[in-house]
């Protein structure tokens, strides 16, 4: 009895043992899955963001000039994988001869690649880093810019400047967004532009800059609200292709005025476009990063 008892409690011993692995196994496959279906869904949602570049209008548009995409394959060199640093980011814009892609080759002011970026999308992380590139600065331009702050920067939060032409950057000491244009070119001073509003920490923007030399306005808009101050000043800045450094990321190539935070995508038109126009590039952005116009 003793004998057929020790076998039983064997019997249960083992079977339980049994159960338990299977159940171990049963876990094991569920995370697994929950994993590589989280892998899936990124990647699927990294089809349909390039998916909806290949057909934005804005490949179509005149006066596109610039286009950096941190979701696209032909912008950049390599294949990064996530924190990487970058050192190029290509101008992707199908209509334009010369690329004026964006390089860094100092390994101190490199930014970082980020898989799951903005929404689910990559982008590049900018703490103290810059991309640059001389291309030539008309007067008459619009940006549209898909960012997102993680704090206030040391010093003003520099999303792009042409280097001594037109400075885009969140003033430190009120958050509100500065536009500087300087005349003559390189010189100090310049008109001075503020929004009509800070722009917040933590949260995903896609910024639209209009400006119109040649009708003495320009236009701002942050996830379609109107942020554009009552009275600009746009008197200087007839840059006349003056070639300058694009920095994207801070004010200066050495990584000066830094943005903390992170850029997904930079158009740029050299042209200022119509209403009908910009409406067409910030549905595309929103549909493509997740950020509804407000």
């Known amino acids: 009895m003793i004998h057929k008892k020790n076998k039983y409690y064997k019997s249960i011993s083992a079977f339980s043992l ?18 590589k279906g989280g892998q899936l ?33 032909e912008g950049f060199n390599n294949e ?20 004026y892609n964006l390089s860094q080759p100092d390994n101190q002011y490199k930014p970082t690649y980020l898989k799951d970026g903005i929404n689910g999308l990559p982008a590049l992380y900018f703490n103290g880093d810059a991309l640059y590139e001389s291309v030539p600065l008309d007067a008459s331009y619009s940006i549209f810019v898909v960012f997102y ?20 950057e969140i003033n430190q000491a009120n958050e509100h967004l500065r536009m500087l244009h300087r005349s003559p070119i390189g010189d100090s001073g310049g008109n001075n532009n503020f929004s009509n509003s800070p722009v917040a920490i933590n949260k995903n923007y896609i910024m639209t800059y209009v400006r119109d ?24 800045g007839d840059f006349n292709q003056d070639f300058r450094d ?31 126009e910009i409406d067409a590039i910030e549905s595309y952005l929103s549909q493509k990063w997740s950020i509804d116009l407000e």
């Open 18 to 35: 049994i159960e338990l692995s299977i159940v171990i196994l049963i876990i094991g496959l569920l995370v697994a899955g929950v994993t």
């Open 41 to 73: 869904y990124n990647k699927i949602n990294l089809v349909s963001a390039r998916s909806v570049t290949k057909g934005s209008a804005a490949n179509y548009m005149k006066g596109l000039f610039l286009w950096y995409d941190a979701t696209s394959t």
């Open 246 to 276: 694009l920095t994207i990321g801070a004010g200066y190539v050495n990584g000066a005025r830094p943005l903390v935070g992170k850029i997904g995508e930079v158009i740029i038109f050299d042209n200022a476009l119509k209403q009908k």
């Open 213 to 236: 030399f040649e009708n003495q306005d320009l236009g701002l808009w942050f996830n379609d609200v109107d942020y554009a101050p009552a009275s600009p000043a746009v008197t200087l």
């Open 80 to 99: 990064y994988s996530d924190n990487d640093a970058v050192d190029h980011w290509n101008n992707i814009n199908p209509q334009q001869k010369q690329q």
């Open 149 to 168: 702050r993680d704090e206030n920067g040391p010093s003003q939060d520099g999303i792009l400047s042409f280097n001594g032409g037109i400075h885009i």
